[in-house]
């Protein structure tokens, strides 16, 4: 824009100038041959030699160029450039033989004398109304296009430094007015991190503070509305747990009576129920708490944490004859907190336990930013390893196998994400599945 602008200011100066100056030069060699005419219309008959030589000289300083006074004959009287000339017949030149039929010419000719381009000036001297001479000045064109290139490479020179100048201002402008969008967008991508006490500064033109004032107004309100949401799983898992455990005691109690065989065995199904029903609510409650984060993190080192949950899960595994073996491989650590990765570890631990036939055997592999939980079970379903890790949503084992919420995945996957890694399932070769706990390299 700026460019076109001084481009289209530059260019017609440019060439205005030059022409300028041309028409500046041709009339002034017309009227310096002029005023030398007039002066010599005197001196040309009989010629004055003397006063003609000092008035060529003179015209000739005065127009940078020279100057040869000739008569009626086209044979020099007097030239600026020396004696050399003197006497001999210029009559062949066609701008003298213009003037002395009384014509003033101008033309622009190429010399053979000079070998360059010249401008050649002539006008007769008139005496009595008739031509008895002729005034000619000639200058060298080249030296005039020189001075017209030099003005103009000042003007270009003056045109790349005002072009200069403003792009300089105007990248400044821009910063100025790109800045405070900047800061706004640095903050909406923190919201969407799951900052959501992230605010936009109220900055800039009156347009960008008042797009600024309306996010903040839109932050704050998710920020509530996420906060009441979760705030109300919280409870409502507080309020289910004690009518919940509740029930069960009373269903223990009603079991206690010495009731008849098939009523036992309902009364047994509806404990199983409401545990699994327990089980729920509390999932729920953790899930609702692993999206606020609340938690420090810290270097977790992976061999360890499979060494404890090996140590938490031991019981378990020997009640179902399953052997639970923790590997180490490579070292290394990850930056999170120490309780998501347990708490999500259980969840892959607990499935390969549930979803492995009685005396198979289950691998923990823990080291280099992941950790993998290894069975021998039945493994997914094709196109099952995504829509396990949603919500409540139970795959081919969960449904042929024991009862479960369908959200201890989701959960792991949550707790994971929120230190930028992830949680994945897939069948493992030979049979069975893999689950795995990927975590960045801890560079922090
Ligand atoms: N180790 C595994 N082997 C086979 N299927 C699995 C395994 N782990 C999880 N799944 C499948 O993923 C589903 C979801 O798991 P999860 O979220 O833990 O819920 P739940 O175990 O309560 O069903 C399970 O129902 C099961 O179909
Ligand atoms: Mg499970």
């Not at 030296?143 to 105007?170: C, D, E, F, M, P």
């Not at 990248?171 to 640095?186: K, N």
């Amino acid at each position: 824009m700026l460019v076109l602008a001084v481009v289209s200011l530059g260019v017609p100066l440019a060439l205005s100038l030059r022409d300028r100056v041309n028409a500046e030069v041709h009339s002034q060699a017309l009227s310096q041959a002029d005023v030398t005419a007039a002066l010599s219309s005197d001196l040309v008959n009989p010629p004055s030699t003397r006063e003609l030589e000092a008035l060529a000289r003179s015209s000739g300083d005065s127009v940078r160029g020279r100057v040869l006074i000739v008569n009626a004959r086209g044979q020099v009287l007097a030239d600026s450039a020396g004696p050399s000339t003197l006497g001999s017949s210029y009559i062949s030149r066609p701008e003298i033989a213009a003037a002395l039929r009384g014509r003033a010419v101008q033309t622009q000719r190429a010399s053979h004398t000079l070998g360059e381009n010249i401008l050649a000036t002539a006008v007769p001297v008139v005496r009595g109304g008739r031509a008895v001479g002729a005034v000619r000045v000639t200058q060298s064109v080249s030296a005039v296009q020189h001075a017209v290139r030099s003005t103009i490479a000042k003007l270009a020179l003056v045109t790349g430094t005002v072009l200069l100048l403003g792009l300089l201002a105007g990248g400044l402008i821009a910063r100025q007015v790109a800045l405070p969008i900047r800061r706004l967008e640095s903050a909406a991508r923190r919201i969407a991190g799951g900052d959501l006490s992230a605010r936009a500064i109220v900055e800039g033109s009156s347009e960008q503070r008042s797009l600024s004032a309306s996010f903040n107004e839109m932050a704050d309100r998710n920020q509530r509305l996420i906060g009441a949401q979760r705030e109300f799983i919280a409870d409502a898992s507080h309020q289910l747990r004690t009518p919940l455990t509740a029930l069960r005691l009373r269903l223990e109690e009603a079991g206690a009576e010495g009731v008849a065989g098939q009523v036992a065995a309902e009364l047994d199904a509806g404990t199983a129920e409401v545990d699994r029903l327990a089980a729920i609510v509390d999932e729920l409650l953790v899930l609702s708490r692993a999206e606020d984060r609340e938690l420090k993190g810290e270097h977790v080192d992976l061999s360890l944490a499979v060494g404890r949950a090996a140590q938490r899960w031991n019981a378990a595994a020997e009640a179902r004859q399953i052997t639970l073996t923790p590997v180490t491989v490579g070292a290394g650590t990850v930056w999170c907190a120490r309780a998501d990765l347990d708490r999500a570890l259980d969840a892959l631990i607990e499935n390969a336990l549930h979803y492995s036939p009685a005396g198979g055997e289950v691998t923990m592999v823990g080291g280099d930013g992941r950790i993998e939980v290894r069975d021998r079970g039945s493994g997914l379903a094709p196109g099952e390893e995504e829509l396990v890790f949603e919500r409540f949503h139970r795959g081919r084992a969960g449904r042929l196998g024991p009862s479960g919420s369908g959200l201890g995945l989701a959960i792991a996957r949550t707790l994971v994400r929120a230190w930028h890694g992830d949680a994945r399932l897939s069948n493992r070769p030979g049979g069975g599945a893999v689950a795995a706990l990927e975590f960045p390299a801890a560079d922090r």
